[in-house]
């Protein structure tokens, strides 16, 4: 079975600044998508930023990116230039490519961003 | 369009009653799956309903049930409701597909309460 781990239950940035969330996952296969989720306290789930396992280059979505390091299993997101509407819960998940489209899910990380 | 949408938005039980969450998918999505969101926690896959049929199912006891209905919409059912069944359930909504991706939407979530 699949398994995602978020290891910081909390993460505070500066307006501007950058910040990196951390995720490590364990997995047999050797095609799968990874994701970003964002939800912020509207409870609303987002989709930030996804990756396949089979490119080998980074996945880039405005400021956000990735640092997808896959013989590593680690996948950290990375928050450029850092703004107030960023701060909500962040969700690393895991994704087969086989039938079935389940997410498995991190723990979370909430993200702060002062003023 | 509408997106993913879900019924109630909060619903307060006691316990050992029983609950009906609903669930319409965003247009033209065929899959529903439905996730369990604990305080502080990420979301843990329930199951998923393509062509009316259970497809795949996580660790939930038989107490949480769904249905499918010809137009995709979506149910899901708990039986003698526990003080731990307290979440947010979330309805996600997606076109079925294995090794071509197809995003899943998520709705705003319905709030459970069991007292």
């Known amino acids: 079975a699949q398994t995602v781990t978020q290891s910081q239950p909390e993460m505070s940035v500066q307006e501007a600044e950058t910040v990196t969330l951390s995720c490590t996952y364990d997995?047999?296969?050797?095609?799968?998508?990874l994701f970003w989720y964002k939800q912020p306290p509207s409870r609303q789930m987002i989709l930030v930023i996804r990756?396949?396992?089979?490119?080998?280059q980074n996945a880039t979505e405005n400021r956000f990116s990735v640092n997808f390091q896959k013989a590593a299993k680690s996948f950290s997101l990375k928050i450029s230039d850092s703004q107030l509407g960023d701060a909500a819960m962040y969700f690393c998940?895991?994704?087969?490519?086989?039938?079935?489209?389940?997410?498995?899910f991190g723990a979370g990380t909430i993200l702060r961003v002062k003023s | 369009d509408a997106g993913v949408t879900q019924s109630p938005t909060h619903l307060i039980k006691t316990r050992g009653q029983q609950v009906t969450l609903r669930c319409s998918p965003k247009?033209?999505?065929?899959?529903v799956s439905w996730y369990q969101q604990a305080l502080g926690q990420g979301p843990q896959f329930i199951f998923q309903?393509?062509?009316?049929?259970?497809?795949q199912r996580g660790n939930f006891p038989d107490r949480f049930s769904g249905h499918q209905f010809p137009n995709y919409s979506s149910e899901l059912n708990v039986n003698a409701l526990l003080l731990g069944d307290s979440a947010l359930y979330l309805c996600?909504?997606?076109?079925?597909?294995?090794?071509?991706?197809?995003?899943?939407?998520f709705g705003p979530g319905t709030r459970l309460t069991v007292l």
């Open positions: 996600a909504s997606s076109l079925r597909s294995r090794r071509t991706y197809n995003e899943q939407f």
């Open positions: 997995t047999s296969e050797s095609d799968y998508y």
């Open positions: 990756q396949e396992a089979y490119k080998q």
């Open positions: 998940a895991y994704r087969s490519m086989e039938y079935g489209n389940k997410l498995v």
């Open positions: 247009s033209g999505h065929d899959t």
């Open positions: 309903y393509y062509e009316e049929e259970e497809r």
